[in-house]
């Protein structure tokens, strides 16, 4: 079955950018989604269709996309901002959703 | 304002069939564009898709669980259900229910607070 690649952990100091990949071979044809999950909450989707931010999460979050890779960029990490960050997309046919391994962030 | 709220039981048994229902406000599953999705998350693990169900009453289910579930809609109740059989103790997680837009790609913009499901006899 298709799956989404994530590096496990990613760490940087307060300040700093932070950027967390996401590999898959259908990414060149399907969206990408970002979520952001906090212990012991739901998630909370910060990027969709790439690169696109919905309202109300800040601007240091943002998306691009190159080939079968995705990265999710927080500039000017802050400590809040730590937390595990999901992948989402969808396979080849479009009628299966998957989610990545998810990355913890650490802010140092 | 939309919600999204699961319910259901906070214990099963092994082989006892699982049955959840998201209960929505502040849209229509009528909605051209519009689902309905079930993710879970064991604990201490990663989420895991496991269905979802389209304003046109289509079902989609994740290919390593199809054989066990089941979902459907009742429209004018603004209730979604999932069915999971012959529940195991590897299927202990919490269970989210998400509005999912679904016309051009999946993604999840609000998500219910989810459930907590242990599996144990």
């Known amino acids: 079955s298709y799956e989404l690649t994530q590096p496990p952990s990613v760490s940087v100091s307060p300040g700093q950018t932070a950027r967390i990949t996401c590999s898959g071979d259908?990414?060149?044809?399907?969206?990408a989604y970002w979520y952001q999950q906090k212990p012991g909450q739901a998630p909370v989707l910060v990027i969709y269709?790439?690169?696109e931010r919905p309202s109300g999460i800040p601007e240091r979050f943002s998306g691009s996309s190159s080939g079968t890779t995705v990265t999710l960029t927080i500039s000017g990490v802050q400590a809040e901002d730590e937390a595990d960050y999901y992948c989402?997309?969808?396979?080849?046919?479009?009628?299966?959703?998957?989610f990545g391994g998810g990355t913890k962030l650490t802010v140092l | 304002q939309v919600t999204l709220r699961e319910s259901g039981p906070a214990l099963v048994k092994p082989t006892q069939t699982l049955t959840l229902t998201c209960t929505f406000s502040?849209?229509?599953?009528?909605?051209?564009?519009?689902?309905v999705s079930w993710i879970r998350q064991p604990p201490g693990k990663a989420l895991e898709w496991l269905a979802l169900?389209?304003?046109?009453?289509?079902?989609y289910y994740s290919t390593s669980l199809k054989t066990r579930l089941t979902i459907s809609k009742d429209t004018s109740k603004n209730q979604v259900v999932l069915t999971m059989t012959n529940m195991d103790p590897v299927d202990t997680a919490t269970y989210y229910c998400?509005?999912?837009?679904?016309?051009?790609?999946?993604?999840?913009?609000?998500w219910g607070k989810g459930t907590t499901v242990t599996v144990s006899s």
């Open positions: 259908a990414l060149p044809k399907q969206y």
């Open positions: 169900i389209d304003w046109d009453d289509d079902k």
């Open positions: 989402q997309s969808a396979d080849s046919s479009g009628t299966h959703v998957v």
């Open positions: 998400a509005r999912i837009h679904c016309s051009g790609g999946y993604y999840m913009d609000v």
């Open positions: 269709k790439d690169s």
């Open positions: 502040g849209f229509s599953l009528s909605t051209s564009g519009m689902c």
